[in-house]
């Protein structure tokens, strides 16, 4: 590791003037960025860590969305009987993530702004048409997500929170690699009064949706619509733990599955309609 100057804000504002600064980078939970900095990767003059701003953490309803600070650990959201009653799907992603470990120390912020092609969050954000709330504006979720380890994120700019719509239904299905349990296809399925999001990560350099899935699923919410639908495997990742083709194959199965998941969901809220919040 290279020598840096550390600074621990005590507030956005001061975290914003300082992430501003050439050659600076905000610190989350550090679950990427410390192998980073320890392999000698980069090097960066200046280590901004985001540690100490509580109006970062935390977890809220606001009006029909549910509100989830940058900061917040996955373990919290996985943890959380709000995000599990309104919106399960949110609650099965962070719940899968990683290890104990990581989902104590690794954050929804650090996750999204890091877009990793497998990470689990991307595939929640764009599932859900959720907005992205930083220090400077709103950015929403099909935009954020701009290529490999690419996000709409200007230089210095801090994510805040993450707002989630709740949906009537939503799942979430994942094949992990078994060594990182990272998505080696994941797939975010939501009911929403709008219609059907599916969105894929994993599968290819960036999180995307299931368009031809989206539409036939809006017509008859039921595994069987997505018979004879096949995602082409142009541009999907082969890499030494799975070819394009096996994705490909992977997004459709585990789509159907996770449309079976929000059925059951439906049918859990409907014999314990208290737990019903929209
Ligand atoms: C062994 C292992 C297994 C894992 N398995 C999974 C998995 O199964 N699924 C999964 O989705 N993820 C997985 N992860 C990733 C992990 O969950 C973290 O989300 C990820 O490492 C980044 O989060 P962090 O909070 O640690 O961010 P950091 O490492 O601190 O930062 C990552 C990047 O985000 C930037 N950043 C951080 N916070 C903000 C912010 N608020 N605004 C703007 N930029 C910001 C940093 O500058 C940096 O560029 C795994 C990680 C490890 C080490």
């Known amino acids: 590791m290279y020598d840096f100057d550390y600074r621990r804000p005590k507030d956005l504002s001061e975290a914003g003037t300082l992430s501003r600064r050439d050659d600076f980078k905000v610190l989350a939970g550090g679950m990427s960025l410390i192998p980073v900095l320890k392999m000698r990767l980069a090097r960066y003059a200046g280590i901004v860590d985001l540690g100490a701003l509580d109006a970062l953490k935390g977890i809220r309803r606001d009006g029909d969305a549910i509100a989830i600070g940058a900061m917040t650990p996955h373990a919290e959201v996985a943890a959380s009987e709000e995000v599990a009653r309104a919106i399960p799907g949110l609650h099965q992603l962070a719940s899968g993530i990683g290890d104990p470990l990581v989902r104590n120390r690794g954050t929804l912020g650090g996750s999204i702004a890091n877009a990793d092609p497998a990470a689990d969050y991307p595939a929640g954000l764009v599932g859900l048409g959720a907005t992205v709330v930083t220090d400077r504006r709103a950015i929403a979720a099909d935009d954020f997500f701009t290529g490999l380890f690419q996000t709409a994120l200007e230089p210095g700019e801090i994510v805040r929170e993450v707002r989630f719509p709740v949906p009537q239904a939503s799942a979430y299905s994942k094949l992990k690699q078994p060594a990182s349990r990272f998505a080696l296809v994941g797939v975010f399925v939501a009911r929403t009064s709008t219609g059907v999001r599916v969105a894929v990560t994993g599968a290819g350099p960036s999180v995307f949706r299931f368009e031809a899935a989206e539409a036939a699923l809006g017509k008859s919410f039921d595994p069987a619509a997505l018979e004879g639908l096949a995602l082409d495997a142009a541009g ?27 059925h059951c969901e439906e049918r859990s809220w409907r014999s314990n309609p208290e737990t019903l919040d929209k």
């Open 236 to 262: 999907l990742n082969t890499d030494i733990h799975a070819t394009a083709e096996y994705r490909a194959h992977a997004v459709k199965v585990l789509t159907a599955r996770t449309v079976v998941k929000c």
